[in-house]
């Protein structure tokens, strides 16, 4: 009976720990964080909010970004139609790391040119251009607000 009980209590430690960290899901995103780097995010997570991106924003505050939540991960182009500002795109995988980064300029015309990552991504972060000062490999973790 002693060791049943102190096997019970070595799950329930362990099982709370693992939950206590469990990320929440990345479409309720409020924070994220890649490397040393801390941005507050607006979600993209629909199929209409990851069409029109940051399309008609005037600008974009310092700290401030755009997370894309894939539906699967894939190579998924991004153009700039719309935008007002450049931005720096990073490309983030299932396993929540930088796989790739981009820096954007403004489209000029039409048709706007697709850029594509070198590898597969779930997720994408857009941020004012110049802000990135991460690298492939590096880290990537969000928090959501507190309810």
Same mark, same amino acid.
């Given at each position: 009976?002693?060791?049943?009980?102190?096997?019970?209590?070595?799950?329930?430690?362990?099982?709370?720990?693992?939950?206590?960290?469990?990320?929440?899901?990345?479409?309720?995103?409020?924070? /994220?964080?890649?490397?040393?780097?801390?941005?507050? #995010?607006?979600? +993209? %997570? &629909?199929?209409?909010?990851? @069409?029109?991106?940051?399309?008609?924003?005037?600008?974009?505050?310092?700290?401030?970004?755009?997370?894309?939540?894939?539906?699967?991960?894939?190579?998924?182009?991004?153009?700039?139609?719309?935008?007002?500002?450049?931005?720096? /795109?990073?490309?983030?995988?299932?396993?929540?790391? #930088?796989?790739? +980064? %981009? &820096?954007?300029?403004?489209? @000029?015309?039409?048709?706007?040119?697709?850029?594509?990552?070198?590898?597969?991504?779930?997720?994408?972060?857009?941020?004012?251009?110049?802000r990135f000062t991460g690298r492939v490999g590096?880290?990537?973790?969000?928090?959501?607000?507190?309810?």
């Open positions: 009976m002693r060791a049943w009980k102190s096997c019970f209590g070595l799950l329930l430690l362990f099982s709370g720990s693992a939950l206590a960290r469990a990320p929440c899901p990345a479409e309720q995103a409020a924070t /994220l964080r890649i490397g040393a780097q801390g941005f507050t #995010v607006e979600v +993209a %997570a &629909t199929p209409a909010s990851r @069409e029109r991106g940051l399309s008609g924003h005037a600008r974009l505050s310092p700290n401030a970004g755009m997370w894309f939540v894939l539906p699967e991960a894939e190579q998924t182009g991004f153009w700039m139609r719309g935008m007002r500002f450049p931005i720096d /795109l990073i490309w983030v995988s299932p396993e929540q790391r #930088v796989v790739g +980064a %981009a &820096t954007l300029p403004v489209c @000029e015309n039409d048709p706007c040119p697709i850029t594509y990552p070198t590898a597969p991504a779930a997720y994408v972060l857009e941020i004012r251009a110049g590096d880290p990537v973790e969000w928090n959501c607000a507190a309810r």
